[in-house]
């Protein structure tokens, strides 16, 4: 079993985080997109995590069942897919709903009056 911390960063950045980063991102922004639970970010999360260890392998001979790195490359994905989810719907409420919701930030929105929302 292959040491995820010693493992091949570059083979990381550019596979984990680049390629299929994108694809968490474009991921997180079509399931908020058309108002899917957050939980289904997860579950097609740890589906890319599996893709991402498949390519690993194909591309530099890493080892597909190596459960830390398939944590730890899952983790990033989730994280990036959470992160466009979030992202997308703040956009979509406070666009959507002007009369009802402002902007509160990068990552979150609030009545109009300026109360909480919960």
């Excluded at 997180?28 to 589906?47: Q, V």
């Excluded at 994280?79 to 989810?85: D, R, S, T, W």
Aim: net charge positive; proline share 3%.
């Amino acid at each position: 079993m292959v040491d995820p911390v010693t493992e091949n960063w570059w083979a990381f950045l550019g596979l984990t985080v680049v390629v299929f980063g994108g694809a968490a991102f474009m991921m997180g922004r079509a399931l908020a997109e058309t108002w899917r639970p957050f939980w289904h970010t997860i579950a097609y999360g740890f589906l890319l995590g599996v893709g991402d260890r498949l390519f690993h392998n194909f591309f530099f001979a890493g080892q597909v069942l190596d459960p830390l790195a398939y944590v730890r490359d899952t983790a990033v994905l989730i994280v990036i897919g959470a992160f466009a989810f979030r992202l997308t719907l703040v956009r979509k409420m406070t666009t959507q709903y002007p009369w009802l919701y402002v902007r509160s930030g990068l990552m979150g929105w609030k009545n109009i009056d300026g109360s909480s929302i919960g």
